[in-house]
């Protein structure tokens, strides 16, 4: 028989802040609000972000960062892994704090809803770290107020999303489940705010996402140029996944400036990985699939 864990190691539970990839997001038109009336399906990496928590007596919501791209993001009240969790215990008039650790896996700033998946990972998280049971409507609006990408990031499945981000619909494609993804970032963090103000306000027309050959046809990133204006090495990792052999698709992703390529086969991800990573080794590249697609 296994001896027992020590308390503090069972007490401690873990969730993934999955890394989310904009397949196609058409930008339909500025809405009065000053957000954007968008269409996107949504995918997640089996790979992201780590959350570890604990239930604490004193009340505090006390973070720690590490992790490769944990150097640099503030612990502090604008985190929004504190963000969340606050909202969470507001909501729920929690007397129990949590000790958080946050392994920053994904670059901050980078189009893939890291701070998203985070938020929506503590959510899930700390419901289980406090034993509680939330109504899911409710859940979504306190995503909803974390963030327009948060909703989404709660289940963390391929989506159809419209909206500011908050109306959401389980959307399967054939095909995506399970397929290779290679994400690339060149290093260049880019304000999602500047880059919806730099939209054109040309309405390009709706997403068809009946199949993955309509998406990759018809499909569009409308940041892409907005994200371009910004961050011209975005153009630069375009090119270099969409000349990988055995490419289905080469995308930028939400705002930028990360962007992705699917394959069919693990072999033609792997090739074009180590050929990415040899010509530009100051580029963040990660091999990863789709999950639940
Ligand atoms: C680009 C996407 O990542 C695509 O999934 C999202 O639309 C952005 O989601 P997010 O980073 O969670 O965005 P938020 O934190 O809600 O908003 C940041 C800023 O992006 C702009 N924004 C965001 C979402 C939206 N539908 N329209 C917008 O114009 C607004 O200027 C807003 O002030
Ligand atoms: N836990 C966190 N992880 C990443 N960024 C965070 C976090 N908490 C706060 N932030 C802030 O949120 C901002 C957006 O970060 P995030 O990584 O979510 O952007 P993004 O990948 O561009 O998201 P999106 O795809 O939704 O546009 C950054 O400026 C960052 O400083």
């Given at each position: 028989?296994?001896?027992?864990?020590?308390?503090?190691?069972?007490?401690?539970?873990?969730?993934?802040?999955?890394?989310?990839?904009?397949?196609?997001?058409?930008?339909?038109?500025?809405?009065?609000?000053?957000?954007?009336?968008?269409?996107?399906?949504?995918?997640?990496?089996?790979?992201?972000?780590?959350?570890?928590?604990?239930?604490?007596?004193?009340?505090?919501?006390?973070?720690?960062?590490?992790?490769?791209?944990?150097?640099?993001?503030?612990?502090?009240?604008?985190?929004l892994v504190?963000r969340a969790?606050?909202t969470l215990?507001?909501?729920?008039?929690?007397?129990?704090?949590?000790?958080?650790?946050?392994?920053?896996?994904?670059?901050?700033?980078?189009?893939?809803?890291?701070g998203s998946?985070d938020a929506a990972?503590t959510l899930?998280?700390?419901?289980?770290?406090?034993?509680?049971?939330?109504?899911?409507?409710?859940?979504?609006?306190l995503a909803l107020d974390l963030g327009s990408d948060v909703p989404?990031c709660?289940?963390?499945?391929?989506?159809?999303?419209?909206?500011?981000?908050?109306?959401?619909?389980?959307?399967?494609?054939?095909?995506?489940?399970?397929?290779?993804?290679?994400?690339?970032?060149?290093?260049?963090?880019?304000?999602?705010?500047?880059?919806?103000?730099?939209?054109?306000?040309?309405?390009?027309?709706?997403?068809?996402?009946?199949?993955?050959?309509?998406?990759?046809?018809?499909?569009?990133?409308?940041?892409?140029?907005?994200?371009?204006?910004?961050?011209?090495?975005?153009?630069?990792?375009?090119?270099?996944?969409?000349?990988?052999?055995?490419?289905?698709?080469?995308?930028?992703?939400?705002?930028?400036?990360?962007?992705?390529?699917?394959?069919?086969?693990?072999?033609?991800?792997?090739?074009?990985?180590?050929?990415?990573?040899?010509?530009?080794?100051?580029?963040?590249?990660?091999?990863?699939?789709?999950?639940?697609?």
């Amino acid at each position: 028989m296994q001896p027992p864990e020590p308390a503090a190691e069972a007490d401690r539970l873990v969730e993934i802040g999955y890394a989310k990839v904009n397949v196609a997001l058409h930008v339909r038109a500025r809405r009065a609000d000053g957000y954007h009336a968008l269409e996107s399906l949504f995918v997640f990496a089996d790979d992201g972000d780590r959350l570890e928590a604990q239930a604490s007596d004193d009340g505090a919501i006390d973070l720690v960062i590490d992790g490769p791209f944990g150097a640099g993001l503030e612990a502090g009240p604008g985190n929004l892994v504190v963000r969340a969790a606050r909202t969470l215990q507001c909501y729920l008039g929690e007397q129990r704090g949590a000790a958080i650790r946050l392994t920053k896996a994904l670059p901050v700033a980078s189009g893939i809803g890291g701070g998203s998946a985070d938020a929506a990972a503590t959510l899930r998280l700390l419901a289980r770290v406090w034993d509680v049971r939330i109504d899911a409507a409710e859940l979504a609006g306190l995503a909803l107020d974390l963030g327009s990408d948060v909703p989404a990031c709660v289940a963390s499945v391929t989506q159809l999303v419209t909206g500011r981000g908050e109306q959401l619909v389980r959307h399967a494609v054939a095909g995506l489940a399970g397929m290779p993804m290679l994400l690339v970032n060149p290093g260049v963090g880019v304000s999602t705010a500047s880059v919806f103000a730099g939209w054109d306000r040309q309405d390009r027309g709706a997403l068809d996402a009946g199949s993955l050959d309509a998406l990759v046809a018809a499909g569009r990133n409308d940041l892409e140029p907005p994200a371009m204006a910004v961050a011209p090495v975005i153009a630069a990792v375009l090119a270099a996944l969409g000349a990988a052999p055995g490419v289905r698709l080469a995308r930028m992703s939400g705002s930028g400036a990360t962007c992705f390529a699917l394959f069919d086969e693990d072999a033609a991800m792997a090739r074009a990985a180590d050929a990415i990573r040899w010509a530009q080794p100051g580029w963040w590249v990660m091999e990863t699939r789709i999950r639940n697609g």
